[in-house]
């Protein structure tokens, strides 16, 4: 796929998606959400209102103490599933800043349950939050970031020359 190809492709992405849609992936190798990345989190993300929801299970990939998800690949999470909200939102941003608050560890095998939401946007700024619970309903990590809406010709600075 070309530079021109792949743009228009992400621009594609930014139509207006119904409530309970899944979102499409923000492209096949992304560590976040690309289906075809072998150490990727394959994350499968639905609209639910004005939400994102996943359904997310860490595995040995992401290990950081034996049998816990590594702290990072909690975050990648998150901060993928913020990359979401864009499709809401309809138009392409990076993360600024991310905090992330552990509340317990994150168990391997484990079914968590994620959702993220806009607090608020102010100009090309997106005040974003998310949380993480186990099936219970247990908060085990949560986040918040700030979102800048970039152009797409942002994205021009990592195409192959
Ligand atoms: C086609 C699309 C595809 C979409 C897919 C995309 C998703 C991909 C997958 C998603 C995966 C998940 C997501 C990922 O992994 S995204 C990947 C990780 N993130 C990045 O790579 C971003 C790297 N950073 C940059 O490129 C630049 O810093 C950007 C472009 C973000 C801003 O550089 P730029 O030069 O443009 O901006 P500025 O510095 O003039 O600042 C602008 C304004 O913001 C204000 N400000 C700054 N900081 C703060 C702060 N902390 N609190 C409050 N305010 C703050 C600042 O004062 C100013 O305000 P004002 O003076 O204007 O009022």
Request: glycine share 10%.
């Amino acid at each position: 796929m070309n530079r021109e190809e792949f743009l228009a492709s992400w621009n594609e992405k930014f139509r207006p998606q119904e409530d309970g849609a899944q979102l499409p992936p923000h492209h096949h190798h992304c560590l976040g959400c690309g289906p075809d990345n072998p150490h990727g989190h394959h994350l499968t993300v639905h609209r639910r209102g004005e939400e994102v929801h996943a359904t997310h299970i860490f595995d040995e990939r992401h290990v950081g103490a034996p049998g816990i998800a590594h702290g990072g690949a909690v975050a990648t999470v998150l901060d993928d599933l913020f990359g979401y909200l864009l499709y809401l939102t309809g138009g392409p941003a990076v993360t600024r800043q991310l905090e992330v608050l552990y509340a317990s560890p994150v168990i391997l095998g484990t079914t968590y349950r994620l959702a993220a939401r806009v607090l608020r946007a102010e100009g090309r700024k997106l005040y974003v939050e998310a949380d993480m619970r186990d099936v219970e309903g247990s908060l085990v990590a949560s986040a918040a970031a700030l979102f800048l809406s970039v152009d797409v010709t942002h994205f021009d600075q990592g195409m192959p020359r």
